[in-house]
């Protein structure tokens, strides 16, 4: 994988620095997810990154579940994590959680009281927040942040033995209620949650504020380079400040970069979620999710999303990428590994009057469009065929050149065939056309008497496998998902899924398993769908189409 990672950039300079001045003789980043949810592309980014420089750099990498929030974190997130980060390719050196270090938590905690840097306060929450300050003006400190280190330790101590409420008292670093920064205007570091705890149970009822453990964590494990997206570039002076006053052994360095934001797609946990428990999709998993197992579960490749992100690279000011680079390099990658199939989506029967009735030849065809190793596979071919619904008209617009009563057009791997009429039904409505077949033009035998302009797919009518077909568009309808003018919720394109039946010729498909990737001649490239395929109906889900106005600039 290394060679999909050969991008230089601010980050790898440093690193590249430290190791050469002797600061450090290798490094040790981090992947560090919160269980409260299911990963999305935009962590795919993260993911690539830490491990991806650890690989280069022949460093290690942790898996470490920031799991400091029983009210949100399950066990279900912890595996789904798991999965995800290996299906992309990865795999971690070491596997930890925050909860490992709950004890050295507290005892650090210790410290900061015994140093006068924290004490209780008894302030509710929409208190904290209203003496706070602003930007412009300084904050009021706490009538309890005077309180001695004897009481300030015996209120601590009382907390965690479970004699208050929720709520009823928190813990505080004492450090600068006038500070500019207001992360240092004496923050929160523990709480009180009278909660089961996914991986320690009742053992605890106070746990540490994420900006308290997080650096802690990254200490005790020997971070040399803790890299996080750009949100908590305000937050680096705490950070700082907490592994200093905690007195930690390790320095670990936090390394800022802009966060994966892409057109037409959400990367807000609160609001995936909102789409799931609105009903707005089937699940974390539906294929219209960002979300790894969502992307997945629609047939995206791990190479593929490994080679996007080497693409975006990394930068220090966010920006927003269009989603259809993604779509690019999944065309890359599928066109070297899907093999081809005929699938009709909207079928429209095609009765070849001239050909033999009860006769079935089968046609040798190509595997694959651009992998003339993957050899050839035979199709079966008769008398009535199954055609796309729009490779007809019955009063053909200018420069078409499909089906017409009168036009002749070539039937992808087997003959030419000329309309010569259709057959409405009572409601006006084209259910069958007719032709007559040319016997002497057999895709392959050298026929030169003369040339046709159109040519379509098809599929044999007598010799097919039903199948249902879901085609995705974009979920979100802004390009700029973020966008507080609008409820989220009114920004859903409510023309995302579309579900159609039709048919897939029976040679590539009758042993395809969930999640075997084809590229279906003149349609798109398609996965089996894992949720819906059964043994009676094979679901194929539209991973993207075949074509796209997308340009990939080059650098």
């Known amino acids: 994988m ?11 300079n440093i690193i590249k620095d430290d190791l050469a001045s002797g600061k450090h003789d290798s490094i040790i980043t981090r992947f560090p997810p919160e269980p409260n949810g299911y990963l999305h592309i935009g962590h795919a980014k993260s993911i690539c990154l830490n491990f991806g420089l650890a690989n280069e750099f022949n460093g ?47 005892k650090r905690a210790i410290v900061l009281i ?15 927040r209203e003496t706070r300050g602003t930007l412009t003006e300084p904050g009021k400190e706490s009538p309890y942040r005077n309180r001695s280190v004897e009481e300030n330790l015996d209120l601590f101590e009382r907390m965690k033995n479970g004699e208050f409420k929720d709520g009823e008292k928190v813990l505080r670093a004492k450090i600068d209620m006038s500070s500019p920064n207001l992360n240092f205007r004496d923050p929160v570091i523990y709480r009180i949650s009278h909660s089961t705890h996914h991986n320690t149970g009742d053992k605890w009822c106070i746990y540490p504020m994420y900006s308290f453990a997080h650096p802690l964590e990254d200490a005790i494990e020997g971070i040399t380079h803790s890299i996080c997206t750009l949100e908590f570039e305000d937050q680096r002076p705490l950070y ?29 946990k609160r609001k995936l979620k909102l789409l799931v428990d609105e009903g707005v999709t089937d699940g974390w998993d539906d294929p219209r999710m960002p979300t790894i197992s969502g992307v997945r579960r629609r047939g995206f490749t791990p190479e593929a999303i490994r080679a996007f992100c080497n693409e975006i690279g990394v930068a220090k000011a966010d920006s927003t990428v269009d989603s259809r680079l993604l779509d690019h390099f999944l065309r890359e990658d599928l066109q070297q590994k899907a093999p081809l199939a005929m699938a009709v989506l909207k079928p429209l029967k095609l009765v070849i009057t001239n050909y033999p009735e009860g006769q079935t030849e089968m046609l040798e065809v190509e595997n694959m469009a651009k992998n003339e190793e993957a050899g050839t596979r035979m ?14 008209m019955e009063e053909p617009v200018k420069k078409y050149r499909r089906f017409f009563v009168g036009n002749e057009v070539r039937l992808k791997g087997a003959y030419f065939v000329k309309c010569t009429d259709f057959v409405k039904d009572e409601n006006g409505e084209i259910v069958e056309i007719h032709g007559t077949y040319d016997p002497e033009t057999k895709s392959g ?47 859903i394109n409510p023309n995302s899924l579309e579900v159609l039946q039709g048919y897939v010729e029976p040679t590539q498909i009758k042993d ?24 009676d109906k094979l679901v194929f889900n539209r991973i993207v189409p075949l074509k796209s106005s997308f340009k990939l600039e080059s650098k």
């Open 2 to 12: 290394s060679s999909e990672n050969n991008r230089t950039n601010f980050i790898k």
């Open 60 to 106: 290690k990498v942790n898996m470490r579940f920031d799991d400091t929030n029983p009210l949100k974190e399950d066990e279900e997130y912890v595996n789904s994590i798991k999965e995800d980060v290996k299906w992309l390719g990865f795999n971690w050196d070491n596997l930890f959680f925050a909860s490992d270090y709950f004890d050295e938590m507290y």
């Open 114 to 128: 015994k140093k006068g840097k924290a004490y209780v306060c008894d302030l509710s929450q929409e208190e904290i």
């Open 240 to 268: 700082d400040w907490v592994v200093r006053e905690c007195e930690m052994e390790s320095v670990p360095r936090q390394i800022e970069f802009a966060r994966l934001n892409l057109t037409n797609t959400v990367m807000s």
């Open 379 to 392: 199709v079966p071919f008769s008398r009535e065929l199954y055609i796309e619904r729009d490779d007809f």
């Open 445 to 491: 035998s050298g026929f030169t008497g003369r040339k046709v302009k159109g040519t379509v797919h098809w599929v044999d009518a007598n010799n097919c496998v039903p199948c249902e077909f879901r085609l995705f568009e974009p979920l979100i309808l802004d390009n700029d998902p973020e966008n507080e003018g609008k409820h989220f919720l009114d920004q």
């Open 512 to 535: 395809a398993k969930p999640l075997d990737k084809f590229q279906f001649v003149r349609n798109g490239f398609y996965s089996v769908d894992t949720k819906y395929t059964t043994d």
